[in-house]
């Protein structure tokens, strides 16, 4: 499984981005997503997850409101809409695949920039 996120950049405090994750994976719609992120000198935290079909989602309480996560099983590509962004929302931003969970993630994407500058 191959896992291609795009999308990341250099926005401004209040900006939106929105990424995108391509999974190579043929029965993606069977698999869960989420969204990780590493701030320099932090630990990888989950951003946002969703289920194989979208009908549950979580999300990191420092988001909540702000981020929304969903998924387009016909094209086997998963999104994360980021809106009102903060400086400290930047970080290098992974997806993730997990075959049984979102609790355990089994596949990584090579992540993208975010930067927000204030």
């Known amino acids: 499984v191959q896992l291609q996120a795009s999308g990341g950049g250099l926005v401004q405090a209040g900006g939106s981005l929105r990424l995108s994750c391509a999974a190579s994976a043929h029965t993606f719609s069977r698999y869960y997503m989420g969204w990780f992120r590493q701030a320099p000198g932090e630990e990888r935290e989950i951003v946002a997850a969703?289920?194989?079909?979208?009908?549950?989602?979580n999300y990191a309480d420092s988001v909540k409101g702000r981020f929304t996560i969903s998924r387009d099983n016909a094209k086997n590509t998963v999104y994360l809409q980021m809106n009102s962004l903060k400086p400290e929302d930047t970080a290098v931003y992974y997806c993730?695949?997990?075959?049984?969970?979102?609790?355990?993630?089994?596949?990584w994407g090579k992540g993208t920039q975010v930067t927000v500058s204030s």
């Open positions: 993730a695949l997990g075959i049984r969970s979102t609790t355990r993630m089994d596949y």
């Open positions: 969703i289920s194989w079909n979208g009908g549950s989602t």
